[in-house]
């Protein structure tokens, strides 16, 4: 590895695994530019002053408390785990999961109360074991390295503590859940003195900005539409919440054209409203970076 250079920032990514395919897009889309064959160790960026660390993702939150690095993106999941003291920057909106406790489906326990005197096997002790004092239920934690889903199975175990997306993988093992710990999903986290250090922090804000105007595109869609003059508060009626959208004359005096930023979520049922309120000609764009 190459020596730290003082003038350029280090983030820490997942080097191979479920964040890291996304973890790298983010930073593409945010303009970076930079090498990822194999994933060496460290790849430097050609158009920003940051240097990419490849490592495990248990290894990033104590990196970034240590200062090792001044950024990394990791499960807040793994970020709770380790205990490690980082500021978190920004929720990144992708690796999404609950961390649940799940019992076998036979299984008499239904509330958190009756995992009482019960053995408990996960990967996240520490999380687990928080949750039971706050909740003042005194179970057996069994650690484990990964694959909890088996431990009843084998009885190693009489309930699981561990991650969920889909939920199949319970299923599958005939397990479930009977408490959720904790709603992770991938987050930006920053080293503390990074932050207090004017042109370290200065560095990390605009890279900030960067990924923020890539995440905000990425929710929005942009709706372009024409309506009647007399139409017009009914349309904008359905555009509530947003800006004022920007309204254009067109060369029928009678007709407008609309244009506004829609949130994806919302997005098929505003569509539908639009075209109710007397809407047509409508165009959707997405759209590639958005800055507030
Ligand atoms: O090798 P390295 O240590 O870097 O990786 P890892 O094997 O420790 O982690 P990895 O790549 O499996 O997961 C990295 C991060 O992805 C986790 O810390 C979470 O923040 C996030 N994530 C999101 C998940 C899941 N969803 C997930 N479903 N991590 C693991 N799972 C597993 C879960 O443990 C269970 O075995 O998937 C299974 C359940 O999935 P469903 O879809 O069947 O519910
Ligand atoms: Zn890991």
Redesign the pocket.
């Known amino acids: 590895m190459r020596g730290r250079q003082k003038d350029r920032l280090r983030i820490a990514l997942?080097?191979?695994?479920?964040?890291t395919r996304e973890s790298t897009e983010v930073l593409r889309h945010a303009g970076l530019e930079f090498e990822e064959h194999d994933r060496r160790l460290i790849a430097p960026c050609r158009n920003f002053e940051l240097d990419i660390l490849f490592v495990?993702?248990?290894d990033i939150p104590e990196y970034v408390q240590d200062g090792v690095v001044d950024l990394g993106i990791v499960?807040?999941?793994?970020v709770c785990e380790s205990g490690a003291r980082v500021e978190m920057v920004q929720e990144l909106a992708f690796?999404?999961?609950q961390l649940v406790v799940a019992v076998p489906r036979a299984s008499t326990a239904r509330s958190v109360r009756d995992l009482a005197g019960l053995r408990i096997a996960t990967a996240y002790p520490r999380t687990l074991r928080g949750f039971l004092s706050e909740q003042g239920v005194e179970a057996q934690v069994i650690q484990i390295r990964g694959g909890a889903?088996v431990a009843p199975t084998l009885d190693l175990a009489d309930a699981i503590c561990?991650?969920?997306?889909?939920?199949?993988?319970?299923k599958i093992n005939d397990l479930r859940p009977v408490a959720t710990l904790l709603e992770?999903q991938?987050v930006l986290v920053a080293h503390p003195s990074s932050l207090a250090d004017e042109r370290r922090a200065a560095a990390i804000r605009r890279l900030w900005v960067r990924i923020d105007a890539y995440l905000t595109a990425r929710r929005l869609r942009y709706v372009m539409l024409n309506c009647p003059r007399s139409a017009l508060d009914a349309v904008r009626s359905v555009l509530p919440g947003l800006r004022s959208p920007t309204v254009i004359p067109l060369a029928d005096p009678e007709m407008v054209a609309v244009h506004a930023a829609v949130e994806e979520e919302v997005f098929w049922d505003v569509l539908e409203r639009l075209k109710e309120a007397g809407g047509s000609d409508i165009l959707v764009l997405s759209i590639e970076k958005m800055m507030r």
């Open positions: 997942q080097s191979a695994g479920r964040l495990r993702d248990d499960g807040w999941n793994t690796g999404y999961c889903e561990d991650l969920v997306s889909t939920g199949s993988t319970l992770s991938a």
